[in-house]
């Protein structure tokens, strides 16, 4: 049992809680509590930390398992977790490695691009959003926030393993691809003139979604097929990032499951 | 200037953020930023504080403005600022007051009933696109989140200055008051039969909405005509509780924009 928080694997668990740098040189990130931990694929996690309480309550099925949990006192496992109230097990976990195919494979795409998100919640909201919605995958600018920042992680929900998704350096050059595989570009935009709910999402389609306070960038929005809006009320002024995606996302799913 | 946090209006400031009995036992709250504070209505501003970089910067346009601000020094200021990076400025406002008639005055009601919802931002986030949507009224139970809590505040972006609102001590009463309106009482629940899509939102309408890990109140749902579900693909179990708000409410926005 690890009882000191200057551990060398604590300190390390602790980088890749806390920095981006630390988890890509490892190519690694950290989920936490038995849901997030549940859902990874097998492959994909390489070393499981139960805390000692955790460790007492759930003896028999952690020894059934094959990675067997290294156990942290209650109070070191409280120094390396993310959360307030932490449920005593997490997991270190390899990164996901998708392709632009991975997420061009099906034969109707639908495709989220984001362009500078910056709030945690937001993203990881729109990875679980896209998932029940049944997007295909999801294209991110390399200065969107990490998505293997143990806030995000946590609101995926597990979307997470699920979902394909790629960072690209040239976001213009990703969504010029897209449009040679004939799928319609569609900026979510205030200036929009065309209302989302008119247009026919039973093609191809992919959504530009911009930054919380700045919207698209114009040289992301110019390479849009289409500017759309979401027709508000009232004296609101823009909605909410990952809520604008969601409307938008399911708006396909009704479309698409009406055929 | 104030530049001591042992002040006796700074300790107020300080109660106000974070105390809720503080907040209700003095009927205000507090917003912050020039956004928020701009938006407030007059006769509902009762404070303004603003830090002292941010009065040498504004000096003209506050000194115009009839409630003079009183100046903080800018520790003073991040000590009783709720955020990490303070724009300056912060009110004290008198909370809303209102009343079930309001709420019930349109003709067409589209109405948002929260029972047990805990996450600040999830409600603020409800409220924002509850206005863009042209929601009519909000009803909360009495455990769920203070709407005053300064996290709530901000994710409303300004739509708690608009949309009204009430908590209720009995859900379940208000919701008979509800139907004795003629308005149909729709359960947001995961054992939902009906499609959200296939009904016709074009009359009253009010949704159930459940706490984000244990969904409705079982008491609850059984006051609802019927229980809709919003059709998920992959490993989805659930939505975020603002996301199925928010996707419920635009198809009701999307219907009676159709006539």
Request: glycine share 6%.
């Amino acid at each position: 049992m690890i009882t000191s928080t200057s551990n060398q694997k604590v300190k390390e668990l602790l980088q890749f809680q806390k920095k981006s740098k630390a988890r890509n040189q490892e190519r690694v990130f950290i989920a936490e509590g038995s849901r997030m931990v549940g859902e990874t694929p097998r492959k994909s996690l390489l070393k499981l930390y139960v805390s000692e309480t955790y460790y007492n309550k759930h003896r028999e099925e952690l020894e059934k398992m094959k990675s067997h949990p290294e156990v942290l006192t209650d109070t070191v496992f409280a120094y390396v977790s993310d959360t307030k109230s932490p449920q005593g097990i997490l997991a270190v976990i390899r990164q996901m490695d998708y392709r632009l195919e991975d997420i061009l494979r099906k034969r109707t795409p639908h495709i989220l691009v984001l362009d500078n998100l910056q709030d945690p919640g937001n993203v990881g909201t729109i990875f679980r959003t896209a998932e029940a919605a049944g997007a295909t995958g999801i294209l991110m600018s390399r200065d969107c926030v990490d998505i293997y920042n143990p806030k995000t992680i946590r609101s995926t929900m597990g979307a997470i393993y699920r979902m394909p998704f790629l960072y690209l350096d040239d976001l213009q050059k990703g969504i010029r691809t897209l449009k040679e595989k004939n799928i319609r570009i569609y900026a979510a935009h205030l200036k929009g003139d065309n209302s989302y709910d008119k247009e026919d999402y039973r093609r191809g389609t992919a959504f530009l979604i911009g930054n919380e306070g700045n919207g698209l960038n114009s040289d992301i929005a110019r390479c849009a097929d289409t500017w759309l809006r979401i027709p508000m009320e009232g004296q609101a002024e823009s909605l909410n990032a990952a809520m604008a995606a969601g409307i938008l996302m399911f708006e396909v799913s009704r479309q698409r499951r009406k055929g």
